[in-house]
């Protein structure tokens, strides 16, 4: 199977074309455009999640954490919920990517849904990615409190957000509704304006 | 450097503020009594001055700060103030912001017990923050003699922040000030971070940022602000703290006074004494209020060639023909000539903060003075803070405040060795609870400089009849400027136990509340301002819409378009068109704001009929229903459409502006009453984007969008949804209606609805509308809006819906309401249209509706209802409007007056489904 070449052309993220500035060695924001999104919820009375990790091939994360198996990153949204984030799917496009067919026939009691246009997917790296965050967001992000595979769901600025440090560079991966993610990009790139223009050689924590 | 104050320029020395510039430039008389206009000058070296403040005219500017606050810079430009500060006119456009830090020990204060408390801390591990509102570390050691560790305090204070510095896990930030002690140990600051810097503070870097702070555990080492003694006109330039001007002497270099009188109540003064006249200043006489002063002390002044006259007092100042000090009057009839009247009538340790946290304070007898007791939070108090005095003392309980606070935070801890001190006089003598000296001209014994208060306002609250501190605090205004009665508070404590005969520790002080120093509006509302004030939410078909021309509407968070006008076209003449086309055309609108729950699972038809007023549970696949839903009251929260896509998977639209609030009261309900449903909800707001399609004439731009698709009456009935390809891109299309017309609602994935609307638009004469059309074609039909023409009173049945409210359904959210006789009342208020009798005049949106002919300059005037929302209606030819009304149902016909600003219209009721009432034109 191969992707559609009419729909890839026609396809725009939240994102697209919006994200021109925003990069220095200090801290440097990035789209990642065209991920498999799923919000997967399970029945929390019941352990539901057995069967959805024998589906995924890799068990899901504890409360503020991520788990990741390649490229497909599970993220711990709430009691019995998650976000799964895979690399975009290569079959003819549907409705519903063949991903949330796939958990929806695991068997368990739950439900998935396609939401892959629904969020903007950042990246967020550099020294100065913690200091940007904790302009707007009030969670502790020193490493010894949010490590590499934490992750929180909460409001950053005026947006609500997902975000998971995925990498000591440091670099969060953020997941934004897309019709905040201009709002988002807009207020992270006024967030970095001290830092987007500070020598590197000089910076300090 | 070169500062310009008044328009007169001044020399300046780096590390100067303001003020100690102004003292050198030999500048006395500095403000006025604000009620008096006595002249007035500094009194002090710091946060407690009371008399100078000035209006920043260069950078950013700043309407009224303390010249004693103001770090000097080439260029600084200031005006005095006479007590009160200007607002500019001009906005601020400086950079604001704030941040967000977390630490295991905050330690508030930079001095010798700070800086001993954050190094015990941090030598732990800790995370540690210590935040000093000096421009330099030291604290009062910066205007000290002493010998630390064998260094010279200075070096000693270097030594300290490099090894601060060194630990990877401290945190040192000055210039700031914490100015708020909540509950949990959550604490905001203030920084100044670049007013010093002047014209070279780059412009990309806030100026001020607010620091939100969670520590673990906060030590408090915030020091003391030396109290004052109240005696008869002793608000004349030249009188001072001593230790302020003992720092104007040591830590800026500038001789605050040629000759000096030094009155005080306590050790601590002698010592200022000895340093005043170490810096050349003559020291013409010490007058001590006690008879048994420190033996050290007065060997010092000895030395130097200066007696102490104890159980001695100020009487009375005078003053040169400027108003500034040139003698002062004492207690055994001397008249001392002097330039300087430096006094010290003991320390007010610094509890403000402490206080905020909710800690409570007694009165030390030892120290003179309020000190912390204990403590509603884990905080640590050390230093001159608890009422410590020797620097020795000070330095060991700050390094052992470090380690408990380190220690509590679950870290190792070994403290510290204290440092050695040298050249240090011991205290020894108690110091007196001294604070007025009576006096006939009580009008001249000022309590607050600021708010120009005396002794005479204190009796005259007492006689009054107020024994209060809070009363006589708001009788007199003592403590109420802009000082937050630092200066004044415990001064005036003291004179009412003097004048009640009562202790200090029964009167006790008044309540501190933040800010601790003024905070800026501009500060709190950080980069929260202009376009990022609040988020705009856009949908995935926006930048089409600017390019188009729309004009938008605020809809929540969302920028909906709210009409597309051509060009020279008002908005009225755009929406006639875009009415027009929607009625006897093809017209296209933007949905994608509804709110979307997609919910899944085997008992979301159960959960429907138990949150919506009719039966959900028997929709059939493939099919949709319109539900309305209410609250326990039985009122109309909500309303929309669900689909059934699958056995146990449907599809909820909410209204716009409630989708966030309609998702938690699904997941309200299933969580906390019926957690036994098998239903889950996501929110697929974002996830999916629509195109609706409207007209008689849209049947045919589908089947040439969509040739797979049935689009016949038949094949595709009304109320039902079909899947296909539209334009080549996998689409969910429903065939609903919220105009009356034949309708479909294409949704696809959002990242093709750019490309799907283009198609739509591109595959005839589509005319694309806004929102006002919207409401228009709605209102003709006599669709409410939720939150527009309901407003939490309405029931289903004062809509003209009482078909949707099912009488079979054993419960459903609401329905015990409906039983009350209040909702079953015939003289609610009932929806119903409302025209212009004379066919021309457009009511007011919230108009109200009177008696026809009532005469409105005799109040009261019954008023039998309200307009929710009005119009021109194209399809009617005449305006229209929807209203509330008092028995509505059954006024049909009746002729009232719309009252809107004193002018009546008056208008008749009429049914509120004016338009196609037989609903005849939905299948096209």
């Known amino acids: ?101 796939r958990l929806r026939d695991s068997g368990g009691e739950l439900s998935a849904v396609e939401v892959s ?80 223009c500070e020598d590197p050689t000089r910076s300090s924590g | 450097m070169r500062i310009t104050v008044d328009g007169v320029q001044l020399a300046a020395r780096p590390g100067d503020t303001l003020a100690s510039a102004l003292l050198r430039a030999g500048r006395r008389v500095l403000s006025q009594g604000i009620y008096t206009g006595r002249p007035r000058g500094l009194v002090s070296a710091g946060v407690e001055e009371s008399n100078v403040f000035v209006q920043v005219l260069s950078g950013s500017g700043e309407p009224m700060v303390r010249a004693t606050e103001i770090e000097a810079y080439d260029g600084l430009r200031v005006r005095t103030l006479a007590g009160k500060g200007l607002l500019p006119d001009e906005p601020d456009e400086a950079r604001y912001d704030k941040t967000f830090a977390h630490t295991d020990v905050l330690v508030v204060g930079g001095g010798p ?3 001993m408390a954050a190094l015990a801390a941090g030598e732990s591990g800790a995370r540690v923050l210590l935040i000093d509102d000096q421009p330099r570390l030291g604290g009062r050691l910066l205007a000290s003699r002493a010998i630390v560790d064998g260094l010279a305090v200075h070096d000693w204070v270097s030594s300290m922040r490099d090894r601060l510095q060194a630990l990877p896990e401290v945190t040192v930030t000055s210039r700031t000030a914490v100015v708020g002690y909540y509950d949990h140990n959550y604490l905001v600051a203030v920084e100044r971070r670049t007013d010093h810097l002047g014209s070279a503070a780059p412009a990309t870097m806030a100026r001020h940022r607010l620091w939100n702070i969670r520590a673990g555990q906060v030590v408090l080492a915030t020091g003391a602000h030396e109290r004052s003694i109240a005696f008869a006109d002793n608000d004349r330039p030249g009188i001072m703290l001593a230790h302020s001007a003992t720092a104007y002497a040591w830590r800026y270099g500038c001789r605050p006074g040629r000759r000096a009188v030094v009155f005080g109540a306590h050790d ?72 300087l009247l430096a006094v010290s009538g003991g320390w007010n340790p610094a509890v403000e903060l402490f206080s905020q946290s909710g800690g409570r304070t007694f009165w030390s007898e030892a120290a003179a003075g309020f000190v912390p007791d204990t403590a509603a939070q884990p905080t640590h108090c050390a230093g001159v803070l608890t009422g410590a005095v020797s620097l020795a003392r000070v330095l060991s309980e700050g390094a052992g405040a470090g380690a408990e606070a380190a220690r509590a935070a679950g870290l190792d801890v070994t403290e510290p060795a204290t440092p050695s001190v040298e050249g240090e006089l011991r205290e020894e003598a108690a110091p007196a609870a001294y604070f007025c000296v009576d006096s006939a001209a009580e009008e001249t014994v000022f309590v607050d400089l600021q708010r120009d208060a005396t002794l005479h306002d204190i009796r005259r609250a007492v006689g009054a009849g107020l024994t209060s501190v809070e009363h006589i605090k708001r009788y007199t205004t003592i403590g109420t400027a802009a000082d937050q009665g630092r200066g004044s508070g415990v001064l005036a404590v003291g004179v009412l136990a003097q004048l009640s005969g009562r202790s200090m520790a029964e009167i006790g002080t008044t309540t501190y509340r933040p800010p601790y120093t003024p905070i800026s509006f501009a500060l709190l509302a950080g980069r929260d301002r202009g376009r990022l004030a609040d988020p705009e939410r856009v949908t995935a078909i926006h930048d089409w819409h600017v390019e188009h021309g729309a004009v938008f509407e605020d809809v929540g968070q969302w920028k909906r378009p709210w009409f597309f006008p051509r060009p020279a076209e008002s908005m009225d003449e755009a929406v006639r068109r875009e009415c027009a086309a929607a009625r006897t055309g093809v017209a296209m609108m933007d949905a994608s704001t509804l709110g979307t729950i997609e919910l899944q699972g085997a008992d979301v038809g159960l959960l429907l009929d138990r949150l919506y ?33 699958a056995e146990d998977r449907w599809l909820m639209s909410t209204t716009t502006g409630n ?53 016949s009456v038949e094949g595709f009935p009304f109320m039902t949804v079909r899947q296909a390809a539209v334009a080549g891109i996998p689409a969910r299309i429903m065939r609903v209606s919220f105009s009356g017309e034949l309708a479909y609602e294409i949704t696809v994935a959002s990242w093709y609805a750019l490309a799907v609307w283009e198609a739509v638009f591109a595959a005839g004469e589509i005319t694309p509308y806004g929102t006002e059309t919207m409401h228009v074609l709605r209102a003709e039909k006599g669709y409410p809006i939720v939150g527009q023409d309901t407003d939490g009173t309405v ?33 609610r208020r009932q929806l119903v249209g409302v025209v212009p009798v004379d066919g021309r005049s457009r009511v007011a949106e919230g108009a109200q509706l009177v008696s026809h002919g009532a005469v409105l300059t005799q109040p009261p005037v019954a008023m039998h209802g309200h307009v929710t929302s009005s119009y021109h209606s194209v399809a009617l030819g005449t305006p229209f409007a929807l209203a509330l009304l008092d028995a509505g149902a059954s006024r049909h016909g009746e002729v009232l007056d719309a009252v809107d600003d004193g002018h009546a219209t008056a208008v008749q009721v009429v049914s509120p489904v004016p338009y196609d009432p037989d609903g005849v034109r939905r299948d096209g």
């Not at chain 1, 029945?43 to 409360?63: I, M, R």
């Not at chain 1, 200091?131 to 009030?138: E, F, P, R």
Request: glycine share 10%; aromatic share 6%.
């Open chain 2, 268 to 339: 601590g003064a002698l010592a200022a004494a000895v340093e005043l006249a170490d810096a050349g200043v003559e020291v013409a006489a010490v007058l001590d209020v006690r008879d048994v002063v420190g033996a050290d002390f007065a060997a010092a002044l000895a030395r130097r060639g200066i007696s102490v006259q104890t159980g001695a007092t100020v009487s009375g100042t005078l003053a040169d023909d400027d108003g500034v000090l040139r003698a002062v009057l004492t207690s055994a009839g001397e008249t001392v000539a002097a330039d």
């Open chain 2, 613 to 645: 007023t009719n039966v959900f549970s028997s929709l059939k696949i493939g099919s949709v229903r319109y539900g309305v839903m209410c609250g326990p009251d039985g009122m109309v929260i909500d309303d929309g459409t669900t689909a059934r896509l």
């Open chain 2, 795 to 827: 029931t289903p049945q004062d809509l003209g819906m009482g078909w949707i409210v099912s009488k079979k359904k054993p419960d459903f959210v609401g329905k015990r309401s409906f039983a009350r006789a209040d909702t079953s009342r015939s003289d």
């Open chain 2, 659 to 711: 989708a966030a609030k309609i998702l938690e009261w699904l997941e309200e309900w299933l969580q906390t009453e019926w957690p036994d449903l098998d239903v889950r909800c996501t929110s697929v707001t974002d996830q999916w984007s629509t195109v609706v399609l409207v007209g008689p004439r849209s049947r045919d731009t589908l089947e040439e969008l969509a040739p797979e698709l049935d689009c």
């Open chain 1, 117 to 196: 246009a629904g969020f903007a997917v950042l990246e967020l790296s550099g020294p100065r990615a913690p200091a940007v965050l904790a302009h707007g967001c009030s969670i502790d992000l020193h490493p010894r409190v949010f490590g590499r595979g934490r992750s929180a769901r909460t409001m950053l600025a005026k947006a609500q957000v997902v975000f998971a440090l995925t990498d000591d560079a440091p670099t969060y991966r953020i997941w934004v509704r897309s019709s905040f993610a201009r709002y988002l990009v807009a207020w992270l790139l006024d967030a970095a304006t001290e830092y987007l």
């Open chain 1, 1 to 101: 199977m191969t992707a559609d070449p009419g729909l890839l052309a026609v396809r725009r993220g939240p994102l697209t074309g919006a994200l021109a500035a925003g990069s220095a060695q200090t801290v440097a924001v990035r789209d990642v455009p065209g991920r498999t999104l799923v919000e997967l919820r399970v029945a929390t009375n019941q352990d539901g999640s057995g069967a959805v990790e024998s589906a995924l091939g890799f068990d899901l994360p504890a409360a503020g954490h991520t788990s990741r198996d390649g490229q497909q990153l599970a993220v711990w949204l709430g009691p019995g919920w998650w976000l799964l984030d895979a690399p975009a799917a290569t079959g003819p496009r549907t409705l519903e990517a063949p991903l949330v067919h």
């Open chain 2, 113 to 115: 017990a700070g800086l």
